[in-house]
């Protein structure tokens, strides 16, 4: 399974567009990339997946680029209750188990 | 709300005992996921069932099983519990291979 890179944590404030870079260089051709957010004390919650290129829902996009060796959450018009820790996963299409790293710890201001 | 259902919230017991952990997946989800979080080691995947049968194992320990109803709710089961056992177990539910994975709130299990 490919190994993730993420930022510690990062600090915005309300309103900003916040992009959330994540680093996994021996990314397979069949992985997919997932990204989750977590509150304290409780359970990940699944924000977006993509393979390849953009995807974007009704609250966030995921970027990938063309060599899928990287890939950026943009969290548009962040609040306080953005404030969270979040998962990049990359798995291997057809395999259930997510391996979770230490992920970004973000902090939204007012 | 995830759809998904943690019971109990809470458990507080002593080593040596025996807990059982129970979810309730989202209406229509056949998989169900068991994870692992501690201070020290981040979320961790422990076992995966899929309409009742075993699918995928984590590092899950000898002395954890787990198992899948024909109702498809799960169990976890913990004995011989060491300190090193607390931390907050969550269930997660999917409708399938590929598909994103719902979370419940967690068990807190703590050790004394």
């Known amino acids: 399974l490919a190994k993730t890179t993420q930022p510690i944590s990062m600090d915005s404030y309300e309103g900003q567009e916040v992009n959330i870079t994540c680093s996994h260089n021996n990314i397979a051709t069949n992985d997919y990339i997932t990204w989750y957010q977590q509150f304290p004390s409780q359970g990940p919650r699944f924000i977006i997946q993509g393979y390849k290129t953009k995807v974007t829902n009704e609250v966030a996009s995921l970027f990938i680029p063309a060599d899928r060796k990287s890939s950026t959450l943009s969290l548009p018009r962040v609040s306080l209750s953005d404030t969270a820790v979040y998962y990049c996963l990359v798995s291997p299409r057809g395999t259930d188990k997510l391996i979770f790293g230490t992920g970004t710890r973000l902090q939204v201001f007012p | 709300d995830s759809g998904v259902t943690q019971t109990p919230k809470h458990l507080i017991t002593a080593t040596g005992q025996r807990v059982t952990l129970r979810c309730s997946p989202r209406?229509?989800?056949?998989?169900v996921y068991w994870y692992q979080q501690s201070l020290d080691q981040g979320l961790q995947f422990l076992i995966q069932?899929?309409?009742?049968?075993?699918?995928a194992k984590g590092n899950i320990l000898e002395r954890f099983s787990a198992q899948q109803f024909p109702d498809l709710h799960s169990e976890l089961n913990l004995s011989s519990l060491e300190l090193g056992d607390s931390a907050l177990y969550f269930c997660a539910s999917s409708v399938g291979v590929d598909q994103p994975q719902h979370f419940g709130d967690g068990t807190r299990l703590s050790i004394l």
């Open positions: 069932y899929y309409n009742g049968e075993e699918r």
């Open positions: 209406s229509g989800d056949l998989s």
